[in-house]
């Protein structure tokens, strides 16, 4: 009898082991894996999947890099050969270690599967078989052949590994390998017969039901609900792994070594038999069959966030012709392959979306306050500038970068997580509802109307055996389209420095609507990664040919990577049936008349000039013009000589001018903002429209005599806008340049007691028309987030939003010494900036007569 091998293998580095499938609960409605127990991190809470592209963390056929070359995964930290023979060689050995445990794994396994073999077919040529001899035969096809080939194999190869030294030459064996590999060719061609006979068997015969079940064999030390039909599957996916670590080997073998043509030979043979697989069986669309007999094909693929039992998880999700598949990646130890989970599929015909009225039955969706989320932006900034100025500075350390990327993309994995609020729900009509969240209302859309079309077809329910699903499962990571989660730490910024700016956009009009309808647009532009909606015209009512005319203020956009970004543009009709609305779930059910999208050309761009395009989507057309400015140059404070108007002039010239202690503008919109705007859901956050800030800012400038009549009839969020733009073009932050390096200083102290003596002191500085215009916002402000739970502005938020306005310095400060670059502003200050503020938001209220009464217990020039 074939010999027990170690039950303690090596513990293997860089090569994959085939693990055995999850146990599945599956009915005819779908599968559902959620019974069983999600594996989460110590602290109970479920982490983010990392994704590895190199060959050794994929099953993937083709193993070369873009220029042809083969890759290679990174080795452990501390295993690098950094250009060392003795320590390349002794990498090569923990890579044949490894390779080698997985063997042992494999050997098994097919033993396992001749176990029953024999007894059957002993059985066979008596009166009572429990199986043919043809059906033996076609169940085990190959199998005796395979497990000899790699029992051999494993047998050669110890030695080597136990006796090893530099001179060592292991190329033979693998050729000798890659020679047999065409008897995995005939078990290929044989395998669905064979998987569907050892089915009906086990169906129609109770006796090789039970002989099938692993578990009869504990010493086995296989999952005991593991059967025959299960371990089938094993050298499908073992077919492409000496082909992958061939890559591992040649990496750490010297040219000159006498290995090296050898493993490059078996290389070359291996490659060459899974080219002639790849074919016959196209890898990237046809998984298994569908219950009609055809083909069933990948339609589209992407990472989702799923609400499940309270709480957000990454997945995977898989939309075929049939069926919609729900995975995670499990997680693995360093250098094994990366699988996917199935979580839960769902047979389109039994697929049907949530209809409105069913809204009030919807869980409540938790979401973070803005200013985290906002927050989390600007620490993935701070560490993108990092990133950049290691990759500059000559002494920057591979090591240091790949930490700060390694945080950046926790951080941002976080993000992703945290920051989708638009629910996407679906139903198995026969059983239980899925939520899932998304950034972008665009791609909601068009996860719909996917399903939607393949509905149209005339689809049966489909039912999945275990090793059906476990087939389809291991196919998605061979299938996908969507290979990395959308962070920016999973692109390659090295070629391109993408757009870190505003972007400006005027929404002109529609036309091609066939009937009178209320009607506006929404934006959604790449940033950290994804798409998110930036902006939203205001409702044009009853009409075919709206004219906006409408640009949204300023809209940060961070874009990264080498893809060109995309501006999206959503057409709604308007609902104003009130029973239909269902905020609370921010959940948007205006109706999407047509969507399209336009590729951002950096160069066109750069222009500095207004760029005018058309979408068309649907039959409809809507024309806008877009505008980029660069973060560099929006957080430039432009010096102005001009004495008349107000905006861009310093506030001690128009104070006196107007014999008043706080500019007229300010104490204007102030006033008419609590009057009808306390109450505005995202009052100071969301945008204004572009030209009604601008005609403000014209009549202010010019003192119309109509102010007043204009403050009345114009939209709230236009004068919340113009209140914030007089702040961000004054010549110098209302704080004022001399003071901001101690505003700095002074947030940052860690003794309550200093912090007060020093924050106090320097609002005591200021001049008199900057301190009491800065008292007045801040009570103001303070009104406004009194009614955050009608209004959802918060302290933090405001903080957020009027930080950087009143603190950021003057070009002319950009050029001394505390500051070198306009983008250090915004990666290293904004947070800082923020915290000033919301340090005097959160304090008790401050008096002017107050502040200049009291001393401090001691002074310091500031």
Request: hydrophobic share 35%; with cysteine.
């Amino acid at each position: 009898s074939p010999p027990v091998f170690r039950a303690d293998p090596v513990p293997p580095l860089c090569s994959v082991l085939t693990l055995f499938p999850p146990y599945f609960n599956y009915n005819t409605d779908g599968y559902d894996g959620d019974a069983a127990e999600d594996r989460k991190s110590q602290d109970g809470s479920e982490t983010m999947p990392f994704i590895d592209e190199s060959p050794t963390m994929s099953p993937s056929l083709c193993a070369c890099g873009p220029d042809g070359e083969a890759i290679s995964p990174v080795p452990p930290e501390g295993l690098l050969p950094g250009g060392d023979i003795e320590k390349g060689l002794e990498m090569k050995k923990l890579v044949l270690s490894g390779f080698l445990a997985s063997e042992e794994i494999y050997i098994n396994q097919l033993e396992a599967l001749l176990l029953p073999m024999r007894p059957l077919k002993a059985t066979a040529s008596t009166s009572q078989p429990v199986l043919t001899i043809q059906q033996v035969n076609t169940i085990f096809y190959k199998i005796q052949d395979i497990f000899e080939i790699h029992k051999e194999f494993y047998d050669s190869l110890f030695p080597h590994i136990q006796q090893w030294d530099e001179k060592v030459t292991v190329g033979h064996l693998f050729q000798k390998l890659a020679s047999q590999l065409g008897v995995y060719k005939a078990f290929v061609d044989n395998y669905k017969t064979a998987v569907e006979t050892a089915e009906k068997c086990s169906l129609a015969n109770s006796q090789f039901q039970k002989i099938s079940e692993v578990g009869a064999w504990p010493h086995m030390h296989i999952n005991t609900n593991t059967q025959v039909m299960a371990l089938l599957y094993k050298p499908i996916d073992r077919v492409t792994r000496s082909t992958l670590v061939l890559h591992d080997l040649l990496k750490h073998t010297p040219k000159d070594h006498p290995d090296f043509p050898l493993l490059q030979d078996a290389l070359r043979i291996s490659q060459n038999f899974l080219s002639s697989i790849n074919e016959e069986i196209d890898p990237r669309r046809t998984a298994v069959t569908t219950p009609k007999g055809e083909a069933r094909q990948l339609v589209k693929d992407g990472f989702l966030v799923e609400v499940s039992e309270s709480s957000r998880k990454l997945r995977h999700v898989f939309l075929f012709t049939d069926l919609l598949l729900c995975a995670k990646m499990k997680k693995t130890s360093v250098g094994r392959q990366q699988q996917y989970e199935c979580k839960w599929y769902l047979p389109l015909a039994d697929l049907t979306f949530q209809t409105l009225d069913e809204s009030d039955v919807c869980p409540h969706i938790q979401v973070l306050p803005e200013h985290e989320i906002e927050e989390m932006k600007i620490k993935i900034s701070v560490i993108k500038n990092e990133i950049q100025k290691e990759k500059k500075a000559l002494k920057g350390q591979s090591r240091n970068v790949e930490r700060l990327r390694k945080k950046m993309n926790e951080q941002e994995s976080w993000l992703l997580l945290h920051s989708p609020t638009i629910p996407f729900r679906i139903h198995n009509k026969n059983s239980k509802s899925y939520l899932f969240l998304l950034s972008s209302d665009y791609e909601r859309s068009e996860w719909r109307e996917s399903i939607q079309k393949l509905q149209k077809k005339d689809l049966q329910p489909c039912h999945l055996t275990s090793v059906e699903l476990q087939v389809l499962t291991s196919s998605c990571f061979k299938l996908r389209t969507v290979h990395n989660i959308p962070v920016t730490s999973n692109k390659d910024d090295d070629e391109t420095p993408g757009l870190y700016g505003f972007l400006h956009v005027i929404v002109h009009s529609a036309k091609g609507f066939k009937e009178s309808a209320n009607l506006y647009c929404t934006l959604e532009v790449d940033s950290y990664g994804y798409f998110v909606s930036k902006a939203k015209t205001r409702v044009f009512r009853d009409t075919t040919e709206p004219q906006w005319n409408e640009v949204r203020d300023q809209h940060q956009t961070d874009h990264y990577g080498n893809e060109c970004p995309c501006l999206r543009i959503l057409c709604y009709e308007k609902c104003y049936d009130k029973m239909k609305l269902n905020k609370d779930d921010n959940e948007i059910v205006d109706i999407i008349m047509g969507k399209g999208q336009v590729q951002l050309d950096p160069q066109t761009l750069e222009s500095k000039n207004w760029h005018m395009d058309v979408i068309e989507m649907n039959g409809i057309k809507v024309e806008f013009s877009m505008k980029f400015t660069s973060r560099d140059l929006s957080l430039k404070r432009t010096p102005s000589k001009k004495q008349s108007g107000v905006f861009g002039v310093k506030i001690s010239v128009v104070t006196k001018r107007e014999r008043s202690k706080v500019p007229y503008i300010v104490r204007q919109c102030i006033e008419e903002v609590e009057k009808r705007g306390i109450d505005e859901v995202g009052i100071y956050r969301i945008s204004g429209v572009a030209t009604d800030i601008q005609a403000l800012k014209a009549a202010f400038d010019t003192n119309t005599k109509d102010i007043l009549v204009m403050l009345s009839d114009m939209d709230i969020n236009a004068i919340a806008g113009t209140l914030k733009l007089y702040f961000r073009e004054l010549p110098e932050p209302l704080l004022t340049d001399r003071l901001y390096p101690a505003f700095m200083e002074g947030i940052a102290l860690s003794d309550p007691a200093a912090k007060e003596n020093c924050m106090m002191h320097l609002l005591r500085s200021l001049p008199d028309p900057n301190l009491i215009t800065f008292l007045t916002l801040l009570e103001h402000l303070k009104r406004v987030a009194d009614k955050e739970p009608i209004n959802k502005m918060s302290l933090h938020n405001l903080g957020t939003v009027f930080g950087p306005t009143l603190l950021r310095p003057s070009e002319s400060e950009v050029t001394k010494g505390h500051i070198t670059l306009a983008s250090d502003i915004w990666s290293h200050d904004v947070m800082a900036q923020v915290q000033v503020l919301l340090y005097y938001l959160q304090h008790p209220p401050i008096s002017f007569a107050e502040l200049k009464r009291n001393t401090l217990y001691f002074s310091t020039d500031v």
